[in-house]
């Protein structure tokens, strides 16, 4: 589905005055009907982690996941970007003549570029040059749904916007000034360098204002976040966390029975979603969809989503869902343990899940996943093949912090029984004559907490031990 990029970018939200928008709009006008058409180039470098049989294969499903038709492709192979044009001069030539004979309006480029390397390439081009992250961001603003998602990407924009405005204004003074004659030649002809400075500072000190309102916000975001997980932190939660397109929200909604949003898309999930997962028995646990990583993930935009990720930094198990039937697993693997470790996440256990495994004609790579990592599974959210051994692995680990009790507590006493039934699963009620009697399931620091805060709770029996300590440790 083709969607118009620019009429979702969080600032144009209503809240946002329109002298906010971010300077940079990578794709200029999309009011158009017609698709944006782009050129796709990369740099190869010598230790690029891009997919060496198709090097530019995720930067093209990037680009029509941004709703943008890619016209033609060109790579080079050099041992570092050039400092005016990322690209070697030949090649640049080539870029030229096949961005004119595609009639494309856009450049995207591979790699991370420098200001002045797309000010380069602008000029040399003719068309707007955009690159990776800029892109990465560009389909966050069009599928940030939630005002949190919204202001978060809107920050990350900004501040990658911020250090490359002076780039752009002093690009459309030389256009200007030139004798150009093109939509900048409205910044004026010769003697335009006050104007456009002025509006640099006029931009900047907006950008700035705009930055520290955001991050205002999204600080306040933040601890009511942290709050609201602190407050289930009685509940085991379990935190879905892969590669983008792996098929998280696919397992979770085979799993519990929602309906997350599915697609053959980069980035379909942006939010963070907390649903009962049931696993039997009268055991549930909390189970969690993030946003999808991707590598060289823009750094300002793992910053921002501290929030969202919040579930995912508070998990108690981590499910890793790897896509095996990709031909890059393993690098998506590796991305997502960076971003992970980036977010302080390493020491939460994890379970890796091999997923799509009804598609992977390959199991040699299953096999070597496998090897390197402890405890693997391999499912297919689709088929549901291997759900019933993830539901076993869970519980086991689940009833690891868990005890179930039998507690005794007096008629009078509504408080102390409504305080036990918001943490634990209560499996079966009694009513004797002096007080009710409850089987429970219960966290076993939650019910610690409990018996110092309501002594009138007696615990009559319990099947396993108590204090932590004493646990069996079946993790
Ligand atoms: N064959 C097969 N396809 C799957 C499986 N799981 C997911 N898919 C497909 O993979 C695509 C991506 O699935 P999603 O569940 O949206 O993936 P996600 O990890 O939530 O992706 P983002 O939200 O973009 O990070 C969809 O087209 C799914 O139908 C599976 O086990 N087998
Ligand atoms: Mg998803």
């Given amino acids: 589905m083709r969607h118009s990029i620019r009429s979702q970018t969080p600032s144009d939200h209503r809240d946002t005055p329109r002298s906010n928008r971010p300077a940079r709009d990578p794709f200029g006008d999309r009011t158009t009907k017609r698709p944006e058409r782009a050129v796709l180039a990369g740099v190869l470098l010598p230790n690029t982690k891009a997919d060496l049989t198709n090097p530019l294969g995720e930067l093209a499903a990037l680009t029509e996941s941004a709703g943008v038709q890619v016209v033609d492709t060109m790579i080079q192979k050099r041992m570092e970007l050039s400092a005016a044009y990322a690209l070697g001069k030949g090649r640049l030539a080539e870029l030229v003549e096949r961005v004119t004979a595609a009639q494309a309006d856009v450049v995207i480029f591979d790699n991370d570029l420098a200001p002045r390397q797309i000010r380069g390439l602008e000029e040399a081009v003719g068309r707007k040059v955009i690159d990776r992250s800029e892109l990465i961001l560009d389909i966050f603003a069009s599928r940030a749904k939630t005002r949190e998602a919204q202001l978060q990407v809107e920050l990350a924009q900004l501040e990658y916007t911020a250090p490359r405005i002076r780039g752009l204004w002093t690009h459309l003074e030389r256009i200007a000034g030139g004798g150009g004659g093109t939509a900048a030649g409205a910044v004026g002809g010769v003697g335009t360098r006050g104007p456009g400075e002025r509006q640099i500072e006029v931009d900047r000190r907006v950008i700035k204002e705009r930055i520290s309102f955001l991050r205002r916000e999204i600080a306040e975001i933040d601890r009511r976040k942290q709050r609201e997980v602190g407050s289930r932190s009685d509940r ?7 590669y983008t397109n792996s098929g998280k929200s696919t397992l979770i909604n085979k799993l519990t029975n929602t309906d997350q949003f599915v697609a053959d898309l980069l980035f379909a999930t942006l939010d963070t979603k907390t649903v009962r997962w049931s696993l039997g028995e009268g055991r549930s646990v909390l189970l969690s969809d993030t946003v999808g990583f991707i590598r060289d993930l823009p750094h300002k935009l793992v910053a921002s989503f501290r929030a969202t990720l919040e579930e995912a930094i508070h998990a108690d198990l981590l499910l890793h869902v790897v896509d095996i039937s990709s031909t890059t697993a393993w690098q998506q693997m590796e991305a997502v343990d960076s971003v992970l470790l980036s977010l302080g996440c390493e020491k939460i256990p ?39 051994e993830l539901v076993r692995e869970v519980t086991q680990r689940a009833k690891g912090d868990a005890v179930d009790v ?25 009513y004797l004559s002096e007080c009710v009697e409850l089987d429970v399931r219960v966290n076993r620091a939650q019910l610690r907490q409990l018996r110092g805060r309501y002594p009138g709770m007696t615990v009559v029996s319990s099947e396993g031990p108590l204090n932590d300590t004493d646990a069996e440790d079946d993790n």
Avoid: Y
């Fill in 406 to 430: 039998t507690v005794r507590i007096a008629h009078t006493d509504g408080k102390t029984v409504a305080e036990l039934a918001k943490v634990a699963d209560v499996l079966a009620r009694r």
């Fill in 236 to 242: 085991f939660t379990a935190s879905l966390v892969g």
């Fill in 350 to 388: 994890q379970l890796t899940l091999l997923n799509k495994c009804d598609i992977a004609d390959d199991s040699a790579m299953a096999e070597m996943l496998a090897q390197h990592r402890r405890d693997v599974l391999r499912i297919s959210a689709l088929t549901g093949e291997g759900l019933d």
